[in-house]
């Protein structure tokens, strides 16, 4: 937990050294305040965790660094922000002076790294044992607050046990709504720390100007806002919904407190992709007494280390101790950061999860052991990762990226060729009678752009409408329209997109459970072709939104597979290995040391029929066990970087 307090211009505070071996820490006394007096007075003296008797620990956002009052510390003048000095006054109207108080601000040596870091793995003790964690919301005063929360929580009372909806007054929830918006939008619910303090706390109280509520009661209406999802009867215009901000807030604190369930450091960051922290390493260092497995993958909160270091550290060791690499692939949609300087293999996994992910890695967020053995090899350090890898194709086309912020202009007028979509069968006699070979190329492109997520028999007859008018017109996502549009003559084998969408044939294809092609002849009594529907085309329309609207792209490669769907950022002339520990394919780019040295950057996630066990194709294509079975097969050795 690190504030900003070096930047503020104060005299240099001497603070007396903490025993680690007694775990001590620091608490704060504060002196009675005169009806004259407006400067907070406080004297500051080491205690042990071992037994430091009752005191309140205090849950804050720092605030404004630029605005500050001065308090006094040991009789030295110090300048802390507004909101700090707030939330102090605040505890002594309540509590009065006799109840000592721990604020990391001023309890922590801000100078002092090694104090920072020990006092970093006390967190947890100092907040669990803290008699009442004080939560200092806002000094916004606001007489609309009692009754707002007071309505709601007797509504909560009264629908708790009922886990059904509750007739509401929407009426009132509307005349209130605005006022319990805006508590849940103050920057104290996105901060990273809270989630401990709340967590941990025995009992913890929320306190909005002078106006104090226990968390348990605010919690009830939590829930009861989740459960009745009263949004959409307010003005999200005017108004952005937030108690979304506090959500999870529910989860960890009943998976922590309640159900003693244990949470992964894994798990809590991405739970915690949202909040907010001064110091970016904070947003690992203030969730390691939450999980499990933080001191592991953690031993030790260094605040000597950059954050690149701390991450790249962090995520070599998941991947080493947990024998997966899926998080290689995790790259998000998103505009990267470039103040950072990260390996390609180390995803920023804040910023990534908090963006918009691809369709694949939405889906993918599992995290299990893939090997026998670790699958980082000997020789990988925290800049080059060495894997085992066998190459798949070399990516030769790809499709337009998906416009995803759907910036596109509705046309004038529908381009000539859609009219003549429909007819083109009767221009080219070989689309109404292919061979068995190109039913199947469409049957594979189909599933592969949609990625297995519908049957076949729905894909089969409602694709063709998409580059139809009568299909068009059921689109209402311009940049779907674009796609379609952009890569109508996107061209795999001998025909493009739009003519393979226009394939009919005599025959429809089955596969039996080996993954074999039965054909069957259309017109036979216990088999019919089925046909297109509106319903039909509308579904089809909503998946392709996902995953196209996603950023992923369609790419036709040369080698071991021929299609596939891969990450948006990917380019003609990267290569699909792959990579053992992976659960999913992943997208490499060549390049090469000053030394001559062959080394791959990770682009993201791809996908194949061939590696989907939910595919009809899966069982059929023989060789993928032989690829996956890394003990008798040859593979390649990667360096990443």
């Given at each position: 937990?690190?504030?900003?307090?070096?930047?503020?211009?104060?005299?240099?505070?001497?603070?007396?050294?903490?025993?680690?071996?007694?775990?001590?820490?620091?608490?704060?006394?504060?002196?009675?305040?005169s009806?004259?007096?407006?400067?907070?007075?406080?004297?500051?003296?080491?205690?042990?965790?071992?037994?430091?008797?009752?005191?309140?620990?205090?849950?804050?956002?720092?605030?404004?660094?630029?605005?500050?009052?001065?308090?006094?510390?040991?009789?030295?003048?110090?300048?802390?922000?507004?909101?700090?000095?707030?939330?102090?006054?605040?505890?002594?109207?309540?509590?009065?002076?006799?109840?000592?108080?721990?604020?990391?601000?001023?309890?922590?040596n801000?100078?002092?790294?090694?104090?920072?870091?020990?006092?970093?793995?006390?967190?947890?003790?100092?907040?669990?044992?803290?008699?009442?964690?004080?939560?200092?919301?806002?000094?916004?005063?606001?007489?609309?607050?009692p009754?707002?929360?007071?309505?709601?929580?007797?509504?909560?009372?009264?629908?708790?046990?009922?886990?059904?909806r509750?007739?509401?007054?929407i009426?009132?929830?509307?005349?209130?709504?605005?006022?319990?918006?805006?508590?849940?939008?103050?920057?104290?619910?996105?901060?990273?720390?809270?989630?401990?303090?709340?967590?941990?706390?025995s009992?913890?109280?929320?306190?909005?100007?002078?106006?104090?509520?226990?968390?348990?009661?605010?919690?009830?209406?939590?829930?009861?806002?989740?459960?009745?999802?009263?949004?959409?009867?307010?003005?999200?215009?005017?108004?952005?919904?937030?108690?979304?901000?506090?959500?999870?807030?529910?989860?960890?604190?009943?998976?922590?407190?309640?159900?003693?369930?244990?949470?992964?450091?894994?798990?809590?960051?991405?739970?915690t992709?949202?909040?907010?922290?001064?110091d970016p390493r904070?947003?690992?260092?203030?969730?390691?007494?939450?999980?499990?497995?933080?001191?592991?993958?953690?031993?030790?909160?260094?605040?000597?280390?950059?954050?690149?270091?701390?991450?790249?550290?962090?995520?070599?060791?998941?991947?080493?101790?947990?024998r997966?690499?899926?998080l290689?692939?995790?790259?998000?949609?998103?505009?990267?950061?470039?103040?950072?300087?990260?390996?390609?293999?180390?995803?920023?996994?804040?910023?990534?999860?908090?963006?918009?992910?691809?369709?694949?890695?939405?889906?993918?967020?599992?995290?299990?052991?893939?090997?026998?053995?670790?699958?980082?090899?000997?020789?990988?350090?925290?800049?080059?990762?060495?894997?085992?890898?066998?190459?798949?194709?070399?990516?030769?086309?790809?499709?337009?990226?998906?416009d995803?912020?759907?910036?596109?202009?509705?046309?004038?007028?529908?381009?000539?060729?859609?009219?003549?979509t429909?007819?083109?069968?009767d221009?080219n006699?070989?689309?109404?009678n292919?061979?068995?070979?190109?039913?199947?190329?469409?049957?594979?492109l189909?599933?592969?752009?949609?990625?297995?997520?519908?049957?076949?028999?729905?894909?089969?007859?409602?694709?063709?409408?998409?580059?139809?008018?009568?299909?068009?017109?059921?689109?209402?996502?311009?940049?779907?329209?674009?796609?379609?549009?952009?890569?109508?003559?996107?061209r795999?084998?001998?025909?493009?997109?739009?003519?393979?969408?226009?394939?009919?044939?005599?025959f429809?294809?089955?596969?039996?459970?080996?993954?074999?092609?039965?054909?069957?002849?259309?017109?036979?009594?216990?088999?019919?072709?089925?046909?297109?529907?509106?319903?039909?085309?509308?579904?089809?329309?909503?998946?392709?939104?996902?995953?196209?609207?996603?950023?992923?792209?369609?790419?036709?490669?040369?080698?071991?597979?021929?299609?596939?769907?891969?990450?948006?950022?990917?380019?003609?002339?990267?290569?699909l290995?792959?990579?053992?520990?992976?659960?999913?394919?992943?997208?490499?780019?060549?390049?090469?040391?000053?030394?001559?040295?062959?080394?791959?950057?990770?682009?993201?996630?791809?996908?194949?029929?061939a590696?989907?066990?939910?595919?009809?194709?899966?069982?059929?294509?023989?060789?993928?066990?032989?690829?996956?079975?890394?003990?008798?097969?040859?593979?390649?050795?990667?360096?990443?970087?």
């Amino acid at each position: 937990m690190i504030h900003p307090v070096s930047r503020l211009k104060q005299p240099f505070f001497v603070y007396d050294p903490l025993d680690f071996d007694t775990h001590e820490i620091r608490l704060l006394t504060l002196s009675p305040l005169s009806r004259d007096e407006s400067i907070v007075s406080c004297s500051i003296s080491n205690v042990s965790l071992i037994d430091p008797g009752n005191y309140i620990a205090l849950s804050y956002c720092w605030g404004d660094a630029t605005s500050t009052e001065t308090i006094s510390l040991n009789n030295k003048r110090v300048l802390v922000t507004i909101n700090l000095a707030s939330a102090l006054k605040e505890v002594q109207k309540l509590y009065g002076s006799h109840i000592p108080i721990w604020a990391d601000a001023l309890c922590i040596n801000q100078q002092d790294n090694e104090e920072r870091s020990h006092q970093v793995r006390n967190m947890r003790q100092i907040y669990s044992r803290a008699k009442e964690v004080f939560c200092w919301v806002s000094a916004k005063s606001d007489p609309t607050i009692p009754p707002a929360v007071e309505y709601l929580l007797c509504l909560a009372t009264q629908t708790g046990s009922n886990p059904s909806r509750p007739e509401l007054d929407i009426s009132v929830i509307e005349k209130y709504w605005i006022t319990i918006n805006d508590i849940f939008h103050e920057p104290y619910w996105r901060r990273v720390w809270i989630i401990q303090e709340i967590a941990v706390a025995s009992r913890a109280t929320i306190s909005i100007g002078s106006y104090t509520v226990g968390w348990e009661d605010l919690a009830l209406i939590l829930k009861l806002m989740k459960v009745n999802s009263l949004l959409p009867s307010v003005d999200e215009a005017n108004h952005k919904p937030s108690f979304s901000n506090a959500l999870h807030l529910l989860e960890i604190r009943e998976r922590f407190l309640i159900k003693r369930e244990p949470l992964s450091l894994l798990k809590a960051i991405q739970l915690t992709q949202h909040t907010l922290a001064t110091d970016p390493r904070d947003k690992i260092f203030a969730l390691l007494g939450m999980s499990y497995d933080g001191h592991v993958f953690v031993p030790v909160p260094n605040y000597k280390q950059s954050f690149e270091t701390v991450l790249t550290e962090m995520v070599r060791a998941m991947m080493t101790m947990d024998r997966c690499l899926d998080l290689i692939w995790m790259k998000g949609n998103f505009p990267k950061d470039s103040t950072l300087v990260l390996p390609s293999w180390v995803p920023h996994l804040q910023a990534d999860w908090a963006s918009r992910m691809t369709f694949q890695e939405s889906f993918q967020r599992t995290w299990q052991p893939l090997t026998a053995n670790s699958p980082v090899l000997i020789g990988s350090t925290n800049k080059d990762l060495k894997v085992a890898g066998r190459h798949l194709g070399n990516i030769t086309r790809l499709t337009t990226k998906f416009d995803y912020e759907g910036k596109v202009e509705l046309p004038r007028s529908r381009k000539p060729w859609i009219h003549l979509t429909s007819t083109l069968g009767d221009s080219n006699q070989i689309l109404q009678n292919p061979t068995q070979l190109e039913v199947q190329i469409q049957d594979f492109l189909w599933e592969t752009i949609t990625m297995a997520q519908l049957p076949i028999d729905l894909l089969r007859p409602n694709f063709s409408s998409l580059w139809r008018s009568e299909g068009r017109g059921l689109i209402h996502n311009l940049a779907l329209i674009a796609w379609i549009d952009n890569n109508a003559w996107f061209r795999i084998k001998d025909w493009t997109l739009r003519e393979w969408s226009q394939v009919t044939s005599r025959f429809v294809l089955r596969y039996d459970q080996d993954g074999v092609v039965l054909r069957v002849m259309k017109g036979a009594q216990w088999e019919s072709q089925p046909q297109g529907t509106t319903d039909g085309v509308l579904e089809l329309i909503a998946l392709l939104d996902q995953i196209l609207g996603s950023g992923m792209r369609l790419a036709v490669m040369k080698g071991y597979q021929s299609l596939g769907m891969v990450h948006p950022d990917s380019e003609e002339g990267d290569q699909l290995y792959l990579i053992r520990g992976s659960s999913i394919p992943v997208v490499l780019r060549r390049g090469f040391k000053e030394n001559g040295e062959k080394m791959y950057s990770v682009v993201g996630g791809g996908y194949t029929l061939a590696t989907d066990a939910n595919s009809q194709y899966y069982k059929g294509t023989k060789n993928i066990d032989d690829a996956l079975n890394w003990e008798s097969t040859e593979f390649e050795e990667l360096t990443l970087w």
